[in-house]
């Protein structure tokens, strides 16, 4: 939270000498009251310059401001409409293709930082980090799983592509380090969507517990890979990775790796 009042329109002299008045200080900085004063801020009474009271003086600063916001948001609309109409592939006002390392990188960053609800991300490349300020659900692919995975975080073997979707408005598909589709609201988004609720609803816990890394000793195991992927997944030793393996089998009641997994699809695992 800020008590930075330039986003209303003050500069950073008029703000300490507001905040001065509003406190009954003196203020030395003569241009800036007389700006309080040409802005309603402030006013003079028996030749001596006060505050106007903040919840009458800065609302009107604020209602000026939000329908600011409201036509900036309006002239983005109509801004969207034209762009769109010279974008050609394939279809204008479904997709836009981004090309180049540089321009992926700067719109993977945007979609997640003009999130207003929600981002949803799947993760299978090594992405520099970016600060998201709404909630974030993120699947990482095993191989890309960072030691600092945030809370909500989810890890699978293998994901089937890299996804950021921005609240219900927009996704974005990242098709190789130097392309990607931006995707508007329609029945593909809507599939892309379900995709990612239904890889959340397998992926295991980033950190996982001792239940956790039994599924994802399961999830590895039936994927495919080999004793010596296995360690390299879970950060271990090939010898560790082998004698977990050993305790699940044995504790499954299982002698191979099929059986294995019949137990677990067994047992619900």
Do not use: N
Not at 128 to 152: F, G, N, Q, S
Not at 193 to 202: D, G, N, V
Not at 217 to 245: C, M
């Amino acid at each position: 939270m800020t008590d930075d009042l330039t986003v209303l329109g003050l500069t950073p002299a008029e703000h300490a000498a507001y905040r001065a008045l509003v406190s009954h200080e003196p203020v030395a900085d003569s241009d800036a009251v007389t700006a309080l004063v040409d802005k309603g801020l402030a006013t003079l009474v028996d030749g001596v310059t006060v505050a106007v009271s903040p919840d009458i003086a800065l609302e009107v600063l604020l209602v000026d401001h939000e329908q600011r916001l409201r036509e900036a948001r309006e002239h983005i609309a109509a801004l969207k409409v034209a762009y769109r109409k010279h974008v050609t592939r394939p279809t204008p006002t479904l997709i836009e293709y981004v090309s180049g390392v540089a321009a992926v990188r700067q719109r993977v960053a945007q979609v997640q930082q003009a999130a207003r609800s929600e981002v949803r991300r799947l993760i299978r490349s090594q992405q520099p980090p970016v600060e998201v300020h709404v909630d974030c659900r993120t699947i990482y692919e095993a191989a890309v799983l960072p030691t600092d995975a945030p809370a909500e975080a989810r890890v699978v073997p293998l994901l089937p592509m890299e996804l950021y979707l921005l609240d219900e408005r927009l996704g974005l598909i990242v098709l190789g380090e130097d392309r990607a589709a931006i995707l508007q609201p329609c029945g593909l988004l809507d599939a892309y969507q379900e995709l990612f609720e239904r890889q959340w609803e397998r992926a295991l816990p980033a950190v996982p517990d001792d239940e956790a890394e039994t599924r994802l000793l399961i999830s590895l195991l039936l994927s495919g890979f080999s004793d010596q992927a296995i360690a390299q997944e879970l950060g271990v030793s090939p010898r560790t990775a082998q004698r977990k393996l050993a305790a699940l089998l044995h504790g499954l009641g299982a002698h191979t790796r099929f059986q294995a997994g019949v137990q677990a699809a067994i047992r619900d695992l």
